[in-house]
Each structure stands twice: as C-alpha cells, then as structure tokens.
C-alpha cells in the first residue's frame, strides 16, 4: 500500500523561499526542491511561476529565437506568430534561469527568482487581501440605491437580500460595509439598522406562583403528550402584547409551522374579551376554524385563566379547541409568538399610546409583517407558506394582505394613530 505524502499545509516563509532559490541556482528540479522545505512540488512550481521576474534579451541583430523561423525565413519579433523556443530547464526542470551555466550566451528571454522580492510580494498581497473593499463607486452606489429606502422603511439586510437576488454581497458583508460607514451618504448607519432585542436576565430568585386546580390536564406536559398522540394537528400559539396596562390590549395568534400571525384589538384584558375573539373566528372560517384554532398553546396570564371557556363554545356547547398553558413563568416553551412580537415592536414601540389604534391598522400591521422573508422558512414570507398549505380564500377572510416585497414597511409611520 503506498502511504500518502503528508506536507505541513502553511504559507511559504522566507526561509523557504531563500531554500528555493539556492535549489534553483544548484540546478537541482522542483520536486527535490519540495522535498528539502516539505512542500508539494505544485505549490514549489506555483511559487517560481508566480514570483520570477523577466530579464529581456540583449542580443541585437541576431537571428531570432522563433520556433517558425525555418518557415518565415525573417523574422523581428513583431510578428503574431512570433513564438519563442522553449527551454528546458528554464521551462520545465527548474522554472528559472538562476544559476544556469549557459547565462552569457543564451540569446532567449531570461527569468530570474530572488526570495526576498517574492516574499515581500507575498506580504503585501496578504495585506492587501485583508484590508479596502472589493467593490468600484458604480457597484457601491447601485447597492446603496436598493437598500437605502428599504432600511428607511424597517426592513432587515436579511429581507432585502432575499427579495433583491441581483444583489451578490451576503449580509455579513453589508453589516461591514454599513459599519465602515460606505453608505452615510445615502443615510444609512449602523444606527440605521433594526436594533437588536436584548432579553432582560432573569433573576436566580423567582416567586413561586401557586398552581390554580383548574389547570390540571392542561399543562406543557399535558400538551406535549398530546402532540405526540396527535402528530398532525397543528398547534397555534396565544399571547398578548400592549404597552399600557389600562390598554388597549392586543391578542395574538400565530400557526407556527408557517409563522403566519393574526391578531384581534381588545380594550379589556378578561377571559370573555378574549374568548371573544373565537367566537368570532368561528363565524367568519366557518368549517376552516378546525383546521387553524383545533390546538392552542398560550401562558397562565390571568386572561386566559379559564380554559373551559376557550376549549366550549357557549351557545352550542360543542367542543371547538384544545387548549394547553406553558410552565410558570416559562415563555419561552411557546417560542415563535414572542419572537413575533419583536415586529410589532417596532411599529408599535413601547410607550406609544395606541387609544386610537382600529382593527383595520392592526389588520395592515399584521399584513406587512406577515409579507417579510424568514429564514426559517427557506426565504419564503408567512404569507407564502400560510397560502401554500390553507389557500388565499382564509387571508382575504381575517382582512390580511399580501404586500409588495419593496413596499413592506416596519416603522411606526406605517400607521398613523392620532
């Protein structure tokens, strides 16, 4: 078995650089040269290319070394064909013609090796590649002219790369480009670009809450035995967001396997408030309710305190939903509802008065938001995904939208509450 030849895989030093050119003067070939300095001969053979410098002839008025003289009979190296005749060690055995007993006499074009101009090339190319931006003014200048407005409307780098696929940079290299300050004259900043959530730490020390009675049988254990017994229902997360606690109150919902999310405006924060909202859900799907509110998974808050009310629709008495509630003061078990709220933040940041919010604006939130690409999702948007397993008909009828990928908007402008 013939064993495979292992080289150390590190640039070239200058050490191994002065080797390579005592091995070319002493004549000896590029794979004895790999060998005394550990290296492939390819890598050996890449260097002398790379680095030899030529030396043009001297020689005037002396029959040219053309490889089709015997054709042309005359020849001044001018000529299109004019092809010089190869030498061997030159070309093949050394790769320069340091050291080359025929120096003085050889009439071809002469390339020398020296170690210290090749390795001073190598620094600078090391340095060079590390450092300035691969882009021309007409290139920086299309890019800014793309993302500048859409930024200005609330948009992430990562929406805008999967919406613009002209756009070749990843988005690591434009946070760069925008950290480095390339696009401040179109008005974009790194205080430009959508803030980053930063969770507040827990503390070590939490109160225990007492566990009401009529929580049994609809805990995240519960709910996790009865995903596994019931693998294809899909599970739609609750919550409620707002930034007052004297209101209003807005109940969300989202079908996590699509990240699709609705929501319904509420000025009281109680349990027939939001069992509202699936009363009236049930009017409007009609048959299509089962398909999306069958499994709801929500925390303890006390508006969702009373799970017979949500699970029993109260003027028919029929069953309508399973309803299961997250550990105490564990959130995160129901994960893609509060990711989401990061959205609705940034239209409706904290402290804004949303006395004068209508359904119909928070209709038009939920439609752009639903409209932006996730990763999760492959670049896909919730929309897409939501239509692509339940249809166009169910959006039209919970009043949300597809909207244009450049007219997406995630700024507070977006709705104008008095």
């Known amino acids: 078995m013939i064993s495979k030849k292992v080289y150390d895989g590190k640039h070239l030093s200058l050490e191994n650089r002065i080797t390579i050119e005592q091995g070319i003067s002493q004549g000896l070939h590029k794979s004895e040269i790999a060998k005394l300095i550990s290296k492939s001969p390819s890598t050996v053979a890449k260097e002398i290319k790379r680095n030899r410098k030529l030396k043009p002839s001297n020689f005037f008025n002396e029959i040219s070394s053309c490889i089709h003289l015997q054709e042309c009979k005359h020849c001044f190296k001018k000529c299109n064909r004019f092809q010089e005749s190869p030498c061997f060690r030159r070309d093949r055995f050394v790769g320069a013609c340091n050291g080359c007993p025929n120096l003085k006499k050889c009439k071809l074009e002469k390339y020398f090796y020296k170690a210290k101009i090749a390795n001073q090339n190598y620094l600078y190319s090391l340095k060079d590649s590390r450092e300035g931006v691969n882009l021309t003014y007409p290139e920086l200048k299309q890019i800014a002219e793309i993302i500048a407005p859409l930024i200005n409307q609330g948009q992430s780098l990562y929406t805008i790369l999967e919406n613009h696929k002209e756009i070749k940079q990843c988005s690591k290299t434009l946070y760069t480009y925008i950290e480095m300050g390339l696009f401040k004259n179109w008005g974009i900043t790194n205080l430009s670009l959508k803030r980053k959530v930063k969770r507040k730490i827990r503390s070590k020390k939490l109160k225990k809450r007492n566990e009401p009675a009529n929580y049994e049988g609809h805990k995240y254990e519960d709910y996790l035995q009865f995903i596994k017994d019931n693998p294809s229902i899909p599970t739609t997360e609750m919550d409620t967001v707002y930034n007052f606690s004297c209101g209003p109150f807005i109940q969300t919902f989202i079908f996590e396997h699509t990240g ?83 959205f609705i933040k940034e239209i409706l940041p904290n402290g804004r008065n949303l006395a004068h919010l209508t359904q119909d604006q928070l209709d038009l939130m939920f439609s752009h938001i639903n409209s932006v690409p996730r990763k999760s999702l492959g670049g896909k948007t919730p929309y897409e995904a939501f239509t692509f397993f339940y249809g166009e008909e169910i959006p039209k009828k919970l009043n949300i939208q597809k909207i244009e990928k450049d007219r997406v908007t995630l700024k507070p402008y977006l709705l104008k509450i008095k």
Do not use: W
């Not at 009281?268 to 859900?281: A, I, P, Y």
């Not at 305190?305 to 959130?331: L, M």
């Open 260 to 342: 699709f999310m609705i929501g319904v405006l509420h000025q009281e924060k109680t349990v027939m408030s939001m069992v509202s909202s699936l009363d009236k859900f049930q009017d409007i799907l009609q048959d299509d309710y089962e398909k999306l509110f069958s499994l709801l998974l929500t925390d303890r808050g006390s508006e969702f305190s009373n799970p017979q009310a949500f699970e029993i629709n109260i003027e028919t008495g029929e069953c309508r939903s399973k309803i299961f509630y997250c550990d105490a003061q564990q959130s995160q078990q129901k994960p893609h509802v509060e990711n989401n709220h990061n």
